[in-house]
């Protein structure tokens, strides 16, 4: 199913969305109230020196027009003005929302804060207009690139997830369509107006790459709710492993309600950005939830299946003799249940690089599996055989057998990609859209993962052969 069947302007105060959008998409309308005056308005703070502006990096964001000491408050909310999806019912049109919300995964948790902002967006004076009025028309989400960038992805696991996330907003469409034609119109969630699979792509959207997860109001308990909130202004910080500020949550004394702070983690220098870490994700949570891509990205890494025959098959490609992934002995049998990869609903589903290098899970199956000394195996708990820095802890001759059978199998995993990377840096010296541009940058990405992974195994084989070498 192609994603560019997303594109239908719905919903008063909507304008239409295109699969592709510009580098700097326009706001939702073109001369939008100045946030900045909102917050201050609505009881908040913002520092004299912060400002949006362009940044010739990240974009439209959050700059510093002049030196912050750090420690600083940056942005401060008060606790009215983050945009939450209360289950209370107010109103009879609040009733109409939680039964829709209640149809939403909980994987798809922002769809539920985006009927929220669905239903604001609609509202005529809403309180949160001049913040929603400043958010883009557009974004550059894969649920939004035409069916051909989507196979330009070229990465499994992640089509998996386009594909599902526009089936689900296909299938809600049709969901939210038969609830709201038997209401009324004053019990009508988005004042009369139609929703369709477009303007919900476009909310959860929206949501996936601006909300935080934070805590919500303190209980009786003294425990607090984790849920998600749109932060007006702080959503404006772009993303950095090596952030320069970060978001903390306040609670005066008497006070249930949270404050919710932006501080300078350290001394902010005329015309930087303010950066927030979103989290230490991969690539392809950062493609699918915020619309971007980060080169080098350390966290990301490449989805395998564990599969008996393909470690066969990458085992005698790698020149190791005899391999059995395919008919493990009993007592292998065991130790592949105890790492879930056997037996009643394992998870085969391992990964290479990002700071593991290689899953725990993935080398440890490999080293037992590729020997047959029982007794060696049981002298060590999985903690070692799971780990790299364990230094052959089976033997140098098993160690080297492991690292050459997950070269082989990332040799094969590169050639499920039809392109080189030499061929996507040249499609992109010609000049393409943004979606493509996206794409190609993201399977570059990967194919880096798996050349590093090579790269760093090699190098290992090496170091064990020569010193085994010495030691001989």
């Not at 008063?12 to 946030?35: E, K």
């Not at 940044?55 to 909310?77: F, H, K, M, Q």
């Not at 089936?167 to 107006?193: A, I, M, T, W, Y």
């Amino acid at each position: 199913m192609a994603a560019s069947k997303l594109l239908i302007p719905t919903l008063a105060h909507f304008r239409p969305l295109t699969c592709a959008a510009a580098s700097y998409p326009a706001r939702l309308v073109p001369q939008p109230p100045d946030l900045l005056k909102w917050v201050k308005k609505e009881g908040g703070f913002v520092h004299d020196a912060v400002t949006i502006a362009q940044d010739t990096t990240y974009g439209l964001g959050l700059v510093a027009t002049g030196e912050i000491p750090r420690g600083s408050d940056l942005v401060v909310l008060p606790h009215h003005v983050p945009l939450k999806f209360h289950s209370e019912i107010d109103d009879v049109a609040d009733s109409a929302l939680i039964h829709l919300s209640n149809q939403v995964p909980e994987e798809l948790w922002a769809m539920k804060l985006g009927l929220k902002l669905l239903q604001e967006r609609a509202k005529v004076g809403s309180f949160w207009w001049p913040y929603i009025s400043n958010l883009p028309e557009t974004y550059t989400v894969p649920i939004f690139f035409a069916g051909e960038d989507i196979k330009n992805l070229q990465y499994a696991p992640l089509l998996y997830q386009v594909n599902k996330r526009c089936r689900f907003l296909l299938d809600f469409e049709q969901e939210v369509k038969n609830v709201l034609k038997k209401l009324k119109q004053s019990e009508h969630p988005f004042s009369g107006q139609d929703v369709d699979a477009s303007s919900l792509g476009w909310a959860m959207s929206a949501v996936s790459s601006r909300a935080f997860r934070l805590h919500g109001k303190k209980l009786t308990d003294g425990s607090s709710s984790d849920i998600p909130m749109m932060l007006p202004l702080i959503d404006m910080c772009n993303h950095s492993f090596n952030p320069n500020a970060r978001i903390l949550q306040e609670q005066d004394a008497g006070n249930p309600n949270m404050l919710i702070k932006v501080v300078a983690e350290r001394e902010i220098k005329q015309s930087d950005p303010l950066l927030l870490n979103y989290g230490c994700l991969s690539n392809d949570f950062f493609l699918l939830d915020y619309g971007f891509v980060i080169p080098s990205n350390p966290y990301d890494h490449i989805e395998l299946k564990y599969d008996g025959a393909l470690m066969d098959a990458a085992s005698m490609a790698a020149g190791v003799s005899s391999p059995n992934f395919s008919s493990p002995a009993p007592w292998q049998q065991e130790v592949l249940s105890q790492l879930n990869l056997f037996g009643e609903a394992p998870n085969l589903k391992v990964t290479v690089g990002g700071p593991e290098l290689v899953e725990g899970r993935l080398l440890a199956a490999l080293r037992v599996l590729l020997s047959n000394d029982i007794e060696k195996v049981q002298r060590y708990d999985f903690s070692v055989l799971k780990s790299l820095s364990a230094e052959a802890p089976l033997g140098v001759a098993n160690e080297v057998a492991a690292f050459r059978t997950i070269i082989a199998l990332c040799v094969i995993a590169l050639g499920h990609f039809p392109t080189k990377i030499m061929d996507d840096e040249s499609l992109l010296k010609q000049g393409v859209s943004v979606s493509t541009e996206l794409a190609i940058q993201f399977r570059m990405q990967k194919k880096s993962v798996i050349i590093d992974v090579m790269r760093d195994l090699t190098k290992r084989v090496k170091l064990l052969l020569s010193k085994e070498t010495t030691t001989a």
